[in-house]
């Protein structure tokens, strides 16, 4: 515990530094792509366009010189949300302009002339701002009853000083968020209650100005308290030139609720910081705040306030941006009780550039500090406290925007504080020296963003470290080994940096949250994301991606509900072509990138192909002509053995036809009308059968005068003839029967194991020889009689080859185009 009633001297070096906040959100009620906004600020446009496209959601049209919104202005704009109208010299609007906008969520007709306040039947209306425009009362129209979507509302006009009663019943059944009333001047008269006809309230905004009537200021802030108004923010409280001599915050310690309270952009005297704090400390409120304001001590002690007998609830104090009026440090003598239970406590933009020890380390229920945007330095703010036992509750440092510098330094500093969960060293100096840097294990979050560091500042964290901002700190390199660097690594933000590669096999089982947008990376690979295996948060947005196949299962395959950025801020850089494209708009072919995919798409394109040619192979009877080939190749091949014995024997016949009776017409009409007229000369079996000699002799005379033995083979042959030649062979197993010798030609398809078993050895030739098979096609014929002339050849002549090969291919092309 810290002993009460300690005098302090706090002093503060006269700077006045103060941040610049002016965020104009677009609401996320109508976000929307960049297709569907239009911003045409300060165009010069005198009514609004008319050749706005109809799907538009998001129209701002303000700083132009717009008079009136007529009847037809917006009719066309039926998709609507968002509506700015700003700082145009807005007079008038239309009853009916906005009869086809029921979608407009967001209306923001501030900084205008308006005389009255407008009907606005705009049912689905969330965010109104009327603010800072001309109408003479606050008397809002009934219609605003039927905004039952209000929720946060702006009213103010320099021409309106009095409030009645019955100006806010209209909204008596609707639950808003947040208030914003006035317009930066005084009030003349404000009816008891006026306030509170609102139903509830969370958040206020106050801009009105009090110096003859505190007496309104006590009431409205009452009125405020009445409707549950937890936060409740002052702008502009007090005129520059005003002398205030009573207590205009002597209502504050009657207050339940208001528990929240920012006084902004105000002059505060110091005798009147005392008043302020003596209510406070009696009050509900457990936070205040005080932005942009100018102190100036118009009491000789400075800020004295002794010792009181009340508890208080206050645990925040923030201080944003003061201007010392005296241009020296402030005094401040107070009891410590007043601040002991402070957890948080924000002094920025004060332009401290020493820490007064004996006021903000002896907090000793500190949990937050913040002491960002100031001039503090390593022995700035590690002077003659460091010895003490400083900040023993303090979890949340934050001294960005300062002068720190020696990385090593603040680390062995930080130690001391024995419970220090996060620091946030973002906006200083920072470098690595070579000393290593020992950081307390119970540290988890650093941020280093906005510092010129380099690669070597991995060197220089903590392997306890969960969160690690290093934003634009120079990084170009991940290290691969960061798992084992930091194990417990569940947050990492690298983003402004010029990182080109994120490391093939970065492995970090932990991390949950990975921003790498603004970068220099091209791809994102699944390899590289394979060891992220917890990831949940990727914002990888903003780099040059190559959009081509290094792109295609980043574009494919990841899961982009990780990503929140996407697909908004992923564009190509390469190819040229491309550049500036959204990656979600390039389409990359499928088959190109996936080697996988294209053998399991060519595969059934070659099969495709494959049955094609089968089947035009089959409808051209591919099978007939190959076999015809094959029998030529056979014969030729053949034909150079054959040539000895054909050297010393001479035949009477190029062959010995055999046939049934059935087939004689194909044989004497066809196949003896071709042959002869070719120039063959036949043992025609019947016809050149000796009359009366025993059949089988005959044969034998005929096959043994003859070179070769054709057998026209049908079923009537078989059943009729055959029977003899079994006879033939078995008389004759002696003599030399060549098999090549026998030529086999079917009429008409005999499978073979239909055949007779007893002809064994018809059997056995029809299995081993080849056979011609007679076509039924007139193309196929020339072919037939080629091969069976070649085969009755008796001298290899390759010219028939080329006969038969050329028939083939003018016949039946067997690739088709
Ligand atoms: C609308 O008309 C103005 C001129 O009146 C022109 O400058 C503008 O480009 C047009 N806009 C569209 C979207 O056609
Ligand atoms: C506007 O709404 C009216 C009916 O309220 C309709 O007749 C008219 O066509 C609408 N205009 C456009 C441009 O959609
Ligand atoms: C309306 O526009 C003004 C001027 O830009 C801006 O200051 C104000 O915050 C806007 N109102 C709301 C509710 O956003
Ligand atoms: C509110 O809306 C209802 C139905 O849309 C309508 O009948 C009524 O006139 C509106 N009230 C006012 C005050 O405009
Ligand atoms: C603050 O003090 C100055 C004199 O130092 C005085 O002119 C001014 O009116 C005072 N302001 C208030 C709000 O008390
Ligand atoms: C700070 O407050 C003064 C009035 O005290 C005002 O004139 C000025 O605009 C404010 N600055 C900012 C940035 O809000
Ligand atoms: C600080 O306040 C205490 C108690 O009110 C008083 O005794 C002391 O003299 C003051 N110190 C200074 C320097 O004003
Ligand atoms: C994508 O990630 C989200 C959030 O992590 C998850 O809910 C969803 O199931 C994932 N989708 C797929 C297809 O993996």
Same mark, same amino acid.
């Given at each position: 515990m810290l002993t009460t009633n300690w005098p302090l001297e706090f002093t503060c070096l006269i700077v006045f530094l103060f941040k610049a906040h002016c965020e104009d959100g677009k609401f996320g009620l109508c976000s929307t792509s960049t297709e569907h906004e239009k911003d045409l600020c300060n165009s010069g446009l005198r009514r609004i366009p008319s050749n706005l496209s109809d799907d538009t959601v998001y129209l701002d049209v303000s700083h132009n010189d717009i008079v009136s919104i007529g009847?037809?202005?917006?009719?066309?704009?039926?998709?609507?949300?968002f509506l700015k109208v700003t700082h145009c010299g807005l007079q008038h609007i239309s009853p009916d302009a906005f009869s086809n906008n029921s979608e407009i969520k967001v209306l923001n007709i501030s900084h205008n002339h308006l005389t009255t306040i407008p009907n606005l039947p705009l049912p689905q209306l969330n965010v109104l701002d009327l603010s800072s425009n001309r109408y003479p009362s606050y008397a809002l129209p009934r219609s605003f009853g039927n905004l039952s979507h209000l929720s946060i509302l702006a009213v103010g006009s320099q021409e309106a000083t009095f409030v009645h009663l019955g100006d806010f019943v209209p909204l008596q059944n609707i639950i808003l968020k947040k208030v914003t009333f006035g317009s930066g001047i005084e009030l003349q008269h404000y009816e008891k209650g006026s306030i509170s006809q609102i139903k509830s309230l969370e958040e206020a905004v106050l801009k009105v100005t009090f110096c003859q009537h505190l007496d309104i200021f006590k009431n409205i802030i009452i009125d405020f308290d009445r409707i549950q108004t937890k936060k409740i923010q002052l702008v502009?409280?007090?005129?520059?030139?005003c002398n205030i001599k009573s207590d205009p915050f002597v209502m504050f310690k009657d207050l339940l609720v208001i528990s929240n309270l920012a006084i902004v952009d105000t002059w505060m005297n110091s005798s009147v910081m005392v008043k302020l704090f003596k209510n406070i400390w009696m009050s509900s409120i457990e936070k205040i705040a005080f932005l942009n304001i100018t102190y100036n001590e118009d009491t000789p002690d400075g800020f004295q306030l002794p010792k009181q007998k009340h508890t208080t609830h206050l645990r925040a104090f923030l201080l944003d941006g003061v201007h010392h009026y005296q241009y020296r440090y402030p005094i401040i003598n107070t009891s410590m009780e007043l601040v002991n239970q402070l957890t948080y406590l924000k002094f920025s933009g004060s332009g401290m550039n020493i820490l007064p020890c004996s006021l903000i380390p002896s907090i000793g229920s500190l949990q937050i500090l913040d002491l960002s945007n100031n001039l503090l330095d390593d022995s700035g703010f590690w002077w003659y406290c460091s010895s003490q036992k400083v900040f023993p509750a303090l979890k949340h440092l934050s001294l960005s925007h300062n002068r720190f510098s020696d990385l090593a330094f603040i680390a062995k500093k930080v130690e001391d504080m024995k419970l220090i969960e996060s620091l946030d060293l973002s906006f200083n100096s920072i470098f690595i020296s070579n000393v290593p840097c020992v950081w307390p294990y119970h540290l988890r979050e650093l941020s280093l963003s906005?510092?010129?560091? =380099?690669?070597?500042v991995f060197s220089c964290l903590s392997p306890y470290f969960r969160k690690i901002d290093l934003s634009?700190? =120079?990084?170009s390199v991940i290290p691969q080994n960061i798992a084992s660097q930091f194990p417990r690594l569940t947050h990492l933000v690298l983003n402004f940096n010029s990182i080109q590669v994120i490391p093939a096999d970065l492995y970090a089982p932990a991390l949950a949250s990975l921003y790498i947008d603004h970068n220099a990376i091209t791809f994102i690979s699944q390899n590289s994301m394979k060891g992220l295996s917890s990831l949940r948060t990727l914002k990888a947005g903003h780099n040059p991606f190559s959009c081509n196949c290094d792109s295609f299962w980043f574009l494919n395959a990841f899961n982009k509900s990780l990503l929140p950025d996407w697909p908004r801020e992923y564009a190509c850089g390469t190819p040229p072509s491309f550049s500036g494209r959204l990656l979600v708009k390039c389409k990359l072919g499928w088959l190109s990138c996936q080697p996988g995919l294209q053998v399991a798409v060519v595969l059934p394109i070659l099969l495709t192909i494959g049955i094609a040619v089968a089947i035009t192979f089959n409808a051209c009877d591919g099978v007939w002509y190959t076999k015809m080939f094959w029998m030529w190749i056979r014969v030729k091949r053949r034909s150079y053995k054959r040539d000895d014995r054909l050297l010393n024997v001479t035949f009477r016949y190029h062959a010995f036809i055999s046939y049934s009776q059935h087939d004689s017409a194909w044989v004497e009409s066809k196949l003896v009308q071709e042959l002869e007229g070719s120039g063959f000369s036949l043992c025609v079996h019947e016809r050149d059968f000796e009359p009366g000699k025993w059949i089988v002799d005959n044969i034998i005379n005929c096959v043994e005068g003859s070179y070769k033995t054709l057998f026209i083979l049908s079923k009537n042959f078989v059943e009729s003839q055959w029977c003899n030649y079994e006879l033939f062979f078995a008389q004759h197993r002696a003599i030399s029967v060549n098999d090549d010798s026998l030529v086999f030609i079917l009429l008409e398809p005999i499978p073979g194991d239909s055949l007779p078993k007893k002809f064994l050895k018809l059997r056995t030739l029809l299995r081993r020889k080849t056979y011609l098979e007679w076509p039924t096609d007139e193309h196929k014929k020339h072919i037939f009689w080629s091969n069976l002339k070649a085969i009755l050849q008796t001298v290899d002549e390759s010219k028939i080859l080329k006969d038969v090969a050329m028939d083939i291919a003018d016949i039946c092309p067997l690739v088709p185009e």
């Amino acid at each position: 515990m810290l002993t009460t009633n300690w005098p302090l001297e706090f002093t503060c070096l006269i700077v006045f530094l103060f941040k610049a906040h002016c965020e104009d959100g677009k609401f996320g009620l109508c976000s929307t792509s960049t297709e569907h906004e239009k911003d045409l600020c300060n165009s010069g446009l005198r009514r609004i366009p008319s050749n706005l496209s109809d799907d538009t959601v998001y129209l701002d049209v303000s700083h132009n010189d717009i008079v009136s919104i007529g009847h037809g202005d917006l009719s066309a704009l039926i998709h609507l949300c968002f509506l700015k109208v700003t700082h145009c010299g807005l007079q008038h609007i239309s009853p009916d302009a906005f009869s086809n906008n029921s979608e407009i969520k967001v209306l923001n007709i501030s900084h205008n002339h308006l005389t009255t306040i407008p009907n606005l039947p705009l049912p689905q209306l969330n965010v109104l701002d009327l603010s800072s425009n001309r109408y003479p009362s606050y008397a809002l129209p009934r219609s605003f009853g039927n905004l039952s979507h209000l929720s946060i509302l702006a009213v103010g006009s320099q021409e309106a000083t009095f409030v009645h009663l019955g100006d806010f019943v209209p909204l008596q059944n609707i639950i808003l968020k947040k208030v914003t009333f006035g317009s930066g001047i005084e009030l003349q008269h404000y009816e008891k209650g006026s306030i509170s006809q609102i139903k509830s309230l969370e958040e206020a905004v106050l801009k009105v100005t009090f110096c003859q009537h505190l007496d309104i200021f006590k009431n409205i802030i009452i009125d405020f308290d009445r409707i549950q108004t937890k936060k409740i923010q002052l702008v502009q409280l007090f005129p520059d030139q005003c002398n205030i001599k009573s207590d205009p915050f002597v209502m504050f310690k009657d207050l339940l609720v208001i528990s929240n309270l920012a006084i902004v952009d105000t002059w505060m005297n110091s005798s009147v910081m005392v008043k302020l704090f003596k209510n406070i400390w009696m009050s509900s409120i457990e936070k205040i705040a005080f932005l942009n304001i100018t102190y100036n001590e118009d009491t000789p002690d400075g800020f004295q306030l002794p010792k009181q007998k009340h508890t208080t609830h206050l645990r925040a104090f923030l201080l944003d941006g003061v201007h010392h009026y005296q241009y020296r440090y402030p005094i401040i003598n107070t009891s410590m009780e007043l601040v002991n239970q402070l957890t948080y406590l924000k002094f920025s933009g004060s332009g401290m550039n020493i820490l007064p020890c004996s006021l903000i380390p002896s907090i000793g229920s500190l949990q937050i500090l913040d002491l960002s945007n100031n001039l503090l330095d390593d022995s700035g703010f590690w002077w003659y406290c460091s010895s003490q036992k400083v900040f023993p509750a303090l979890k949340h440092l934050s001294l960005s925007h300062n002068r720190f510098s020696d990385l090593a330094f603040i680390a062995k500093k930080v130690e001391d504080m024995k419970l220090i969960e996060s620091l946030d060293l973002s906006f200083n100096s920072i470098f690595i020296s070579n000393v290593p840097c020992v950081w307390p294990y119970h540290l988890r979050e650093l941020s280093l963003s906005h510092n010129n560091l =380099g690669n070597k500042v991995f060197s220089c964290l903590s392997p306890y470290f969960r969160k690690i901002d290093l934003s634009k700190t =120079g990084i170009s390199v991940i290290p691969q080994n960061i798992a084992s660097q930091f194990p417990r690594l569940t947050h990492l933000v690298l983003n402004f940096n010029s990182i080109q590669v994120i490391p093939a096999d970065l492995y970090a089982p932990a991390l949950a949250s990975l921003y790498i947008d603004h970068n220099a990376i091209t791809f994102i690979s699944q390899n590289s994301m394979k060891g992220l295996s917890s990831l949940r948060t990727l914002k990888a947005g903003h780099n040059p991606f190559s959009c081509n196949c290094d792109s295609f299962w980043f574009l494919n395959a990841f899961n982009k509900s990780l990503l929140p950025d996407w697909p908004r801020e992923y564009a190509c850089g390469t190819p040229p072509s491309f550049s500036g494209r959204l990656l979600v708009k390039c389409k990359l072919g499928w088959l190109s990138c996936q080697p996988g995919l294209q053998v399991a798409v060519v595969l059934p394109i070659l099969l495709t192909i494959g049955i094609a040619v089968a089947i035009t192979f089959n409808a051209c009877d591919g099978v007939w002509y190959t076999k015809m080939f094959w029998m030529w190749i056979r014969v030729k091949r053949r034909s150079y053995k054959r040539d000895d014995r054909l050297l010393n024997v001479t035949f009477r016949y190029h062959a010995f036809i055999s046939y049934s009776q059935h087939d004689s017409a194909w044989v004497e009409s066809k196949l003896v009308q071709e042959l002869e007229g070719s120039g063959f000369s036949l043992c025609v079996h019947e016809r050149d059968f000796e009359p009366g000699k025993w059949i089988v002799d005959n044969i034998i005379n005929c096959v043994e005068g003859s070179y070769k033995t054709l057998f026209i083979l049908s079923k009537n042959f078989v059943e009729s003839q055959w029977c003899n030649y079994e006879l033939f062979f078995a008389q004759h197993r002696a003599i030399s029967v060549n098999d090549d010798s026998l030529v086999f030609i079917l009429l008409e398809p005999i499978p073979g194991d239909s055949l007779p078993k007893k002809f064994l050895k018809l059997r056995t030739l029809l299995r081993r020889k080849t056979y011609l098979e007679w076509p039924t096609d007139e193309h196929k014929k020339h072919i037939f009689w080629s091969n069976l002339k070649a085969i009755l050849q008796t001298v290899d002549e390759s010219k028939i080859l080329k006969d038969v090969a050329m028939d083939i291919a003018d016949i039946c092309p067997l690739v088709p185009e």
